[in-house]
DNA sequence: TCGACGACCTAACCTAGATAAAAGCGGCCC
DNA sequence: GGGCCGCTTTTATCTAGGTTAGGTCGTCGA
C-alpha cells in the first residue's frame, strides 16, 4: 500500500486508547488496503439505501450523519472528524439506514468493506478495538437522544459546543478550548433540533452572557465551566479516558 | 449449566438472522454461564456509573434504558424485550453512562462480563455477531435522534406504536399488530420527548381517527398502512431482514 | 368498607420555540 | 466594480406542546 497517510497512525493509537493492540494488529490496520478520495465539500459518502462496499477512514476534514424525514426535515445525527470512520456501522450491516455528508473539504480512505470485515473475523484483537469503537459511536447516539428530547435550547447547543470542545481536542486539532465550528447555523440547528433562527438567537445570548465568543464560524468557550453547567454537559459518555474493556 | 432457560435459544436465532453462526459457536453461545435473576417491576439492571460485572440478558419482561438530565428530566432512550441483550454496550466499556430498568416482572440470565468477552475474542464469529447485534442497537437510537428531533407529536407517538408493534412480532410476543404495551403513559412521554398529557391528547386523538384502538394498556393498530404514514415510520433502520454481513 | 395509591384523562392557560420575511454582509466570479 | 449567492442577523407574529390542577376509575390492603 505504498506509503500510508499519516492519519492511519492516529486512527490507529485512537483504537488503542480503549482496546490493547499487538504490534501485529497495528501492522495489519496501517496495511489495510484503500484507495484516497478528495472531495469537495457537500458532497456525499454514503445516501440512504446504498449497498455500502466501501468503509470511509476520513484522514483529513469533517462530515455528518444525517437522515430526512417523511416531511423533508434533515435530523443531524453525528459529526465526524480526522481519524474516525464512517459507516463501520454499515460495513457490517448490507444496506445503509442513513446519509452522510462531507461538511468540508475532506479526504476520505475508502476501504474495501470485504478487508474490514476479513481483518475483524481474523484477528479478534481488531475486531474488539472496531467493535468498542463503534460502541462509542453509539453512546453519542443516546447522549444526542438525551439532548435533543429533554434539554431546553440553550442547554442543547452549549452541550453541542462542549461535545465538540473536547473531541476537536482529544483529535489534536484544537487547544484551549478553541476550534473552527465546520458547520453553519442551519447544520448547528439540525444536529439540535431546532430552526436556525432560534440558534441564532441563542449563540447571541451565550456570546451576551460571556460564555462564548465567536468571530465567523471560530468559536472559544471563554468559561468552560459555566458552559458545561449550562449544557449539562459531563463527558463520560464519549469514553476517552482509559481503558473501555478489561483485556480477558 | 444444567438445563438451560427457553429463550437462549431464541436469542440464538435471533442472533443468526444476521449473521452466520456455526454448530460450535451456537453450542457455545447456549453454554454462557450465568445465573438466573427474577426482577419486579422498576428494579434496576444497572445504574449509570455503575461498573458492570455481569451483561444481562432478558429472558422474559421488559425493560428500558435511560438517562436523567441535570434538570431531573427523564429521557428513555430505548427498550428491551425477551431475548435481547442489555449492556452488551456495557460488557466491553468499563463504566455504565446510563441506567437500564424493568419496566414488568422479569427474568434476566446474569452473565459474567469475562465470559462474554473471551467468547467473543476467542470466537471471532461469535465476537461479529454480537457486534452486529449492538450496530442494530445502534442504529435504533439515530432513528430515535430523528424522532424526537424532527417529527412531531403525532408522529412521534405514531412510530414509537409502529416499533414497538415490529419488535414484538419478530419477538413473537404479538400477532396483527396487537399487543401490550408495558409502560405507562408518562414511560411513553419520557421515551418520545413529550409530556404525559400530552401523550394522553394524542393517544386520544389516533384512536378518534381510528387508527389504533386500546384498552388499558393493550393496543390494536387498526390501520396499519395509514399508521405507517403518520408515523414515517420505515423499518429498514431495524434491519430484521437478511442478511447483515456477507461471509468474508 | 374505607382509604390510599397509581394510572388515566381533561380543561384552561401560557410560553418556548417555530415561521415568515427581510435586511446586512462578505466573498467571489465575470 | 457590480451583481449574485450563501450565510447571518433581526423583527414580528403565531402555535404546538408545556404547565398546572383537578377529577375519575380500578386495585389492593387493612
Known sequence: MRDQH????????RLERRSPL??????????????LRKLAAGAHIVRDGDCTEHC??????????YKITGEGARQIISIHMAAEFVD?????????????QTLTEVEAAMIPRQAVQELALGNPEIGQALWIDTLIDASIFREWVVNVGRRDSRARVAHLLCEFSLRMEAAGLAR?????????????????????????????????????????????????????HVGDFNERYLHH????????
Not at 499487538?22 to 484507495?35: F, V, Y
Not at 476520513?58 to 450523519?65: E, I, Q, T
Not at 463501520?88 to 452522510?100: E, G, I
Open 6 to 13: 499519516p492519519t492511519f497512525e492516529k486512527m490507529v493509537q
Open 22 to 35: 499487538s504490534p501485529s494488529s497495528r501492522q495489519a490496520l496501517l496495511g489495510l488496503p484503500h484507495n
Open 56 to 65: 470511509a477512514l476520513l484522514l483529513s476534514g469533517f462530515a455528518y450523519r
Open 88 to 100: 463501520l456501522q454499515n460495513a457490517m450491516l448490507q444496506m445503509s439506514d442513513h446519509s452522510v
Open 176 to 228: 484551549d478550548h478553541r476550534y473552527e465550528l465546520p458547520m453553519t447555523q442551519e447544520q448547528l440547528a439540525d444536529a439540535v433540533g431546532l430552526t436556525s433562527v432560534h440558534v441564532n438567537r441563542v449563540l447571541k445570548q451565550l456570546g451576551e452572557e460571556g460564555l462564548i465568543s465567536r468571530d465567523k464560524r471560530s468559536i472559544v468557550i471563554e468559561d468552560w465551566d459555566r458552559m458545561r
Open 241 to 248: 479516558d482509559g481503558q473501555a474493556a478489561r483485556a480477558a
